[in-house]
């Protein structure tokens, strides 16, 4: 079916790559760029994806948000954000529309938004996080994308301890991700996923070690490149500017009856 | 809960990284390894993640396959079968628990398993492929992971045409999807997503032509790497073999009341 | 022999990795930086590499400059100036000590100081620019790194022709390469190298076909990507700035007797 | 002035990209390939880059050797023979035709031969390796490319000490560098170069730790990727096959009267 914009409803204005809004449609706003002001309300049961004029008569395009574009306009104080990890941290967990999955921390919600947005409708998200501001912050990007409902959001430091048991993944992005596994080699179901985001190699060492020490298996660590190419006939060629590093990913699957526990 | 395997499971049988086995369980067979044989009926009861011995004594894990296991344990007699392509396809073109989408070709069904687990429960995944054989064993692949009910193979050429309407995304992995971009304009919804999977840049800069030519928005293409870690302490470095390339992806995002459209 | 600093020596002052510069000692100068200012005099008598500290006593180390330092020292207006692909040039050019080398275009220079510096003593670099403030830079630019003695400046269009025989290496940083192509063919010596550094992949297409037309032989077209590490115990990892691209490098070999050559 | 092929001179046989054979000529013997025999004879006489076919009619080409020809073609029994890596040491240790260099260890001679080529004809490397079947081989290669005049092979460990004063550089390829930071400290010239290649990110932390133990300056750690490309007009796209590491490249300059100089 054809969906349409309602009074409301969140429109991504796009002008180009690098402009690009969130914006909440309202029978009486206009929202104000550079290139001139947009009557919100002109949108008002158009379809999404309709192009419209701005004061200034340049075209924008009223595209309806979808998952990447929640998670990119939100507010960006962490470190995780990259879609090349979030993407191979979803697949790679092997999470899907039952699981039950523990985060930590929850920092902006970027990623807390993706796992929220897979586990959809029958899974739940429990997500660790000791700074408050942040856990608002995130719980107000997770309600902006229609994600708050799959999620818990917890005060509390993993590295203490996980609460839930029977998980399917635990995912963490934070400092010492070593020693949460303990705790997740506890929570988690045999055979579920333990994956780590971590900066610098030497987290990575402790990581592999402590999954090691209890007999995770399946132990693999890898980092990404992206690179975007500028593609026009005759002139074609990769981008100058590249993101040469965001982090490591670990993963791991939990074995049960391992030696090393006792 | 915690979940046990049963008479007709598959497992997916760990001995290390580069020897894992998807193997269906069944009370009075064995499975042969170099490693020796295990004897399948032993899992039944058992919690997934468990250790078994082989006939040799050599220590298996019987994980339970998620996504990834199921995808990389099919016949891979096409292109698209890097976690890294499928990973950030599934994130760009936004598709979740809800989503129609139209994918061509079908191919080993790698790139279809995918994404029917992540339309799961309510979307639907529309595949065409010219090739019989090709179908035939893509369904085979697709029973298996549990993921055939969320998918309609389709025998057509999508170069003709698309049959379905009001879709959230096209997803090409072909070799000529220029010539499917009109069609795609058709078929989507306004806002919806066009992703396209190409080996080489001369395919790249048709594709980004004909989509200029529709008016679709956000095009962009990109490249990923994917690099292993040897992680060991003292002795930590990239792997040295590693995959130079595997393709270009290009999204794009339906505009509606192009000024191109006819 | 131990090198002494002398009056009107240039010196590579080091402050950190991002702050260095290349002065000219001069008994009487001193030199300001946002860290204090230099008695340039007082390094006179000293050893290169000696640590000097400034007026706000800030420690400098005043190095030899070496063929690097001037490179990337000077005046940046063209492209090439990456090591990264200088490094290849020289090494795959095959040129040392007796080589004969044509350039296009001279550009700041940068390229052909680096190939002036490893033709040195007894080989010669014809270096063709066409537009006169580049030339009268690059000269400058030679001047100061001891190495215009090696090299001729040449105003003119080596799209037109190429005056120089019996090269052993014809180097061309330049937007249409491939019409050079014959006059290269015909001015290198038999098993010559052809080398041209290019933005863009149809640059790339242009010039291979063109070395397959006159029968050029080893031809490879290349990219490198450079990645700086941040190391420090505890807390190593890549940087997270890099160059995506500079450009494709494509090598070739001279063939005589070419079937294609008229 | 064109270069003729004489009786004892080494030719490269070029059949294609994957084809190459180092012979050198004698006027009564055949070399043979999986493509039919080549008679050397017939080449004495013809220009270098000239076509020879074979007994098959299969057509050669005789190119005359090269730096990386020559290195390529030698024994591979030790790690760095990777052109990035050898092209970037050569450039960022700024050796040139007159500088005196340490390289340790000899290996098969690779990184030697490049060293030796470029410091012609006035400068010299003193090479160290603790194995004299290394040696052996190491100077055979040498001396096939006119290289061994330039070079002394010695035999000893470099981790005990070093022999030479005033050097312009000093060049590790080893197991364990750090343990030779001290010794090149002394044996370097002030503003002298230090150059390291390590695979493993382990070795790198220490050398970088004793270079800044020494006062060394400018220290930098870099790893280089090189990818093929794949050039043909509508079939254009990277490699597949592409090496993911070699080792990473540490350098350093010697200041002078460092604090922690004792």
Redesign the interface.
């Known amino acids: 079916?054809?969906?349409f914009i309602a009074e409301g409803s969140d429109v991504f204005l796009?002008l180009d790559?690098r402009r690009t809004y969130l914006v909440k449609v309202e029978a009486e706003k206009s929202f104000h760029t550079h290139k001139g002001y947009i009557q919100l309300g002109d949108l008002i049961g158009k379809?999404?994806?309709?192009?419209i004029a701005s004061s200034m008569d340049v075209e924008f395009?009223?595209?309806?948000p979808?998952?990447?574009?929640y998670i990119f306009k939100t507010n960006r104080r962490t470190q995780i954000s990259y879609?090349?990890d979030?993407?191979?941290i979803?697949?790679?967990s092997?999470i899907?529309?039952e699981s039950r999955v523990v985060e930590a921390g929850t920092g902006t919600g970027a990623l807390t938004s993706?796992i929220a947005?897979?586990i959809?409708?029958?899974g739940r998200v429990y997500t660790y996080e000791m700074r408050q501001e942040f856990q608002k912050n995130a719980k107000k990007n997770l309600e902006r994308a229609g994600l708050l409902d799959y999620v818990e959001l917890k005060e509390g430091d993993v590295t203490e301890g996980i609460e839930e048991k029977?998980l399917d993944a635990v995912i963490l992005d934070m400092a010492t991700p070593w020693l949460v596994v303990p705790h997740a080699y506890t929570a988690l179901?045999?055979?579920?996923?333990l994956v780590s985001f971590s900066?610098?190699?030497?987290q990575?060492?402790k990581v592999?070690?402590a999954l090691a020490d209890y007999g995770f298996?399946?132990v693999?660590?890898?980092?990404?490149?992206?690179?975007?190419?500028q593609?026009?006939?005759?002139?074609?060629?990769?981008?100058?500017?590249?993101?040469?590093?965001?982090g490591?990913l670990?993963f791991a699957?939990?074995?049960?009856?391992?030696p090393q526990q006792v």
Do not use: C, W
């Not at 979808?66 to 574009?69: A, K, V």
């Not at 900066?199 to 030497?202: A, F, G, M, Y």
């Open positions: 079916m054809t969906e796009y790559q379809e999404y994806g309709t192009r395009v009223a595209l309806k979808n998952l990447r574009d879609p090349k979030i993407s191979l979803i697949l790679y092997g899907g529309s993706a947005h897979y959809k409708p029958s029977d179901k045999g055979s579920g996923a900066p610098t190699i030497d990575v060492v592999v070690e298996v399946g693999e660590t890898i980092e990404t490149l992206i690179r975007f190419m593609v026009e006939r005759g002139k074609t060629r990769p981008q100058t500017v590249m993101t040469g590093h965001t490591y670990t699957r939990k074995a049960v009856n391992a």
